[in-house]
Nanobody
Framework: QVQLVESGGGLVQAGGSLRLSCAASGRTFSSYNMGWFRQAPGKEREFVAASGGSVYYTHYADSVKGRFTISRNNAKNAVYLQMNSLKPEDTSVYYC?????????????????????WGQGTQVTVSS
């Protein structure tokens, strides 16, 4: 069982920055494929960014490319999402997710159903 705990959300003005953190349990964190997703009220959960475990990769949603950066520290069992140039449309609950398994390709990586474990979410609100 993997437990994920997000932190770092909050209220920020448009153009500002936030750094989300996700702390994971488990002895084999370096092999986990990690993802960040977000969900706004009344909308489906959407992919934001992903970082490979056993196979190195990073992927980003088009809407955040150039503004968000995913990184991980395997020694600390943590993954981060640095969010810069935030926009009001980035307002959502942000979730960290983990998948224990091989790289299933881009389509699988973007699909929330691929992920086995989820955190409780952290609210990010961007004011205009």
């Amino acid at each position: 069982q993997v437990q994920l705990v997000e932190s770092g959300g909050g209220l920020v003005q448009a153009g500002g920055s936030l750094r989300l953190s996700c702390a994971a349990s488990g002895r084999t964190f370096s092999s986990y494929n990690m993802g960040w997703f977000r969900q706004a009220p009344g909308k489906e959960r959407e992919f934001v960014a992903a970082s490979g475990g056993s196979v190195y990769y990073t992927h980003y949603a088009d809407s955040v490319k150039g503004r968000f950066t995913i990184s991980r520290n395997n020694a600390k069992n943590a993954v981060y999402l640095q969010m810069n140039s935030l926009k009001p449309e980035d307002t959502s609950v942000y979730y960290c997710a983990a998948h224990q398994g091989g790289y299933g390709g881009l389509s699988a990586t973007l699909n929330p159903t691929t992920y086995d474990y989820w955190g409780q979410g952290t609210q990010v609100t961007v004011s205009s």
